[in-house]
């Protein structure tokens, strides 16, 4: 599997992916907005785009889909609840359904709602797991719920499914956030070296050679893993005086969101 990371270089900060099969150059196209960059790299490696997925509904992530249509014919696949938000979608895909691109790839499709209610993440089972996480999990941060979306699906799926994938598992998100979320941790954790050494590194950095994190390494530096933090909780407490000494895990997830949103 190979996999061609894309800097759009818009206000959103999105990032774009390929994936191709090298024995065949068969390629999928995951929310290819910019559609001119992503036909011209699957140009210039001699890939044939055959299928788009597009994680979720939003403009930034469909946007491009009918330029590439034009110029390969490729299919259409999102969320089998998206098909009405999404024009041309010619598959709905739900929870365990997998996408094979050439001979290859396989892709499993996850149903991760959250950020919206009809949004798909895609993981590899490889020898390096891979998530393709759309506006799911960012690096060292979570999505927002602002346009058709839900706090406690997104609670729940952090829970029931990010938390459990293999701690080897790389994140490939749907946008460039990663200095903002890194400091919104530590002003919730300040002491937390692991985000204080990682923003460090990245600061200022080319989001076109951007760093992958893993799992396990989200678990160090992002708070939305951190559910259980005694230095998290106690600064939520000051924000929220009405929380308890020991909230649950939902209830943090949610506040954290909250201060986010403000961040």
Known sequence: MIIERLWVGNPLRNFNYLMAC???????????????????????????????????????HIGGNPAVVAATAARVIAHHLAAGRIPGVDRGVRAGDVIKVGKTVELECLDTPGH???????????????????????????????????????????????????????VFPGHDYIENNLAFTLSREPDNTEAATLLARVRGHDPARALTTTLAQEMLHNSFFRLDNA???????????????QPDAETVFIKLREMRNRW
């Open 22 to 60: 090298p024995d065949t150059g068969e390629a999928l196209a995951i929310d290819p907005l910019d559609h001119a960059q992503v036909l011209a790299i699957a140009r210039a490696r001699g890939w044939q785009i055959t299928q788009i997925l597009n994680t979720h509904e939003h403009h930034d």
């Open 116 to 170: 919206t209610l009809s949004h798909v993440c895609l993981l590899a089972h490889t020898d390096e797991p891979a998530l393709f996480s759309g506006d799911t999990l960012f690096n060292a941060g979570a999505g927002n719920v602002h346009n058709g979306g839900d706090v406690h699906a997104l609670y729940r799926t952090f829970v029931d499914q990010l938390m459990r994938l293999p701690a080897a598992t790389r």
């Open 231 to 245: 230095r998290i909780i106690a600064g939520l407490r000051q924000n929220f005086p009405d929380l308890p000494e």
